[in-house]
Structures are given as C-alpha cells and as structure tokens.
C-alpha cells in the first residue's frame, strides 16, 4: 500500500549514541517533514523539506540533522542521543500545495527511549 | 512555539453522547486541519477546511472553518468506543512552507 513508511517502530539508545530514523514514501511527495511527539506537547516539528536538496529547521532542530537527496527519502540524524531525546518520531509528506490538498500523510511513528 | 489553543485537554464521555473540541489562535490561517491519532498509530487525517465559514461533515463528524479565520471547532455526534484516540487541528496559512502549526491535542475516552 502506498504511504509513509518508517523505521524503526521501536529503538533504545545510550546516552552519546548516535542512528538515523528512517523515512519513505511513495506517493512521489515534494513535501516531507518530522515531527516529535512528547506527552501533552502535541506534535513539534524537527525539519523539514520541500524537494530534494531542500531542508529547514522547524520548531526543535536541536541535536538532529536531516538530508533529502531523493524525493523518497527523508532520513533523520541524531547526532549524539540524550534522554530529553525520548520521544515518538513521526515523519510526515504532502504533495505540492493545490487548491484542496493540504493535508499531510504520517507513517505510524518511531518510538525511541535514549538511557 | 505553538500558537494554537486546542480545548479541552482531555474528555471522558459516555458513549453516545456528542462531544466538542475547539481551536484558537491569536492569528489568522487560511486552511484548518483536523486529524485523528488512534493508540500507537500516526495521525490520520478527517477533515480539511479551507474556506472561512465553511462546515463540513464526515460521519458523526462535522468541523467548521471560523468566520475570523482565527478558530475552528470539531463537534462528533452520538460518540462510539472506536472514537477514542488524540484529536488536533492543524492551522495553515498560505504562501511559504505551508508548514500546519498543530495544536497540543485533546484526549478522548468513551466509555461504554
């Protein structure tokens, strides 16, 4: 089926590690973008894209890094995991904005505890 | 940081009854969007509005656009044990990004 795939489902870190959370879609999206999801906070946006070779900082880029070199992929880096880290990462994609399509598709999110 | 104020935080309902949600902002967006988060999924999204004024309905679920441009409110009727899950609007203004702001989300329990 056509959607947002991501993995892992689950991981668990040491303090200092560093991994990349996985991210792709196959709905040829320009869009892509990565969420975190943390009790009462909501949803916070980390990066995001709009096209390949094209990233910005959202809301808590703070200790990750991202790179689109495909329209598929949309990695995310932890570059050294601290437990303020533990969260649920959700990755995110839309397709050029149009009149009536604005809402983005989200894989079924990365559940990653940082000891 | 956020801008949006979703309301309430959190709802404990007997099943069948209607329930209410709403979003504010101190400022104008030009689409809203409500999404639905089931356990251990990623949010799916229900309703999209783009026009102030506009109600749409899903199902049991009706959600309305605002006149201000400032809020949007997301009413279920006659509520189910399968409502359950995290409910957030998303507000997106045109031009830039169209990167949505979501709000913090209200919590639903139905309770058969």
């Known amino acids: 089926n056509a959607g947002v795939t991501q993995t892992p489902k689950f991981q668990v870190l040491k303090t200092g590690q560093s991994m990349t959370l996985q991210c792709a879609q196959d709905?040829?999206?320009?869009?892509m973008s990565w969420y975190r999801q943390d009790p009462g906070m909501g949803l916070r946006l980390i990066h995001y894209?709009?096209?390949?070779?094209?990233?910005d900082q959202g809301e808590v880029p703070n200790g990750y890094n991202v790179s689109r070199s495909t329209t598929e992929d949309f990695p995310l880096r932890l570059l050294s995991a601290a437990p303020s880290q533990t969260s649920v990462y959700f990755c995110?994609?839309?397709?050029?904005?149009?009149?009536?399509?604005?809402?983005?598709?989200f894989g079924s999110g990365t559940r990653l505890t940082v000891v | 940081g956020q801008q949006l104020n979703q309301s309430p935080q959190s709802m404990f309902i007997q099943e069948g009854e209607d329930v209410s949600m709403n979003c504010t902002s101190s400022?104008?967006?030009?689409?809203w969007l409500w999404y639905k988060q089931d356990p251990g999924e990623g949010p799916v999204l229900l309703i999209a509005?783009?026009?102030?004024?506009e109600l749409t309905s899903n199902g049991r679920l009706t959600a309305q656009f605002g006149i201000t441009r400032k809020d949007s409110f997301l009413n279920i009727s006659a509520s189910i044990p399968s409502d359950v899950g995290i409910y957030f609007c998303?507000?997106?203004?045109?031009?830039?990004?169209?990167?949505?702001?979501f709000g913090r989300g209200t919590s639903l329990i139905v309770h058969p």
């Open positions: 709905m040829n999206h320009e869009y």
């Open positions: 509005l783009y026009k102030a004024g």
């Open positions: 995110a994609s839309r397709g050029s904005p149009s009149l009536y399509n604005y809402g983005y598709t």
């Open positions: 894209s709009v096209g390949a070779g094209i990233t």
């Open positions: 400022s104008i967006f030009n689409t």
């Open positions: 998303a507000g997106l203004r045109s031009g830039g990004s169209y990167i949505p702001t």
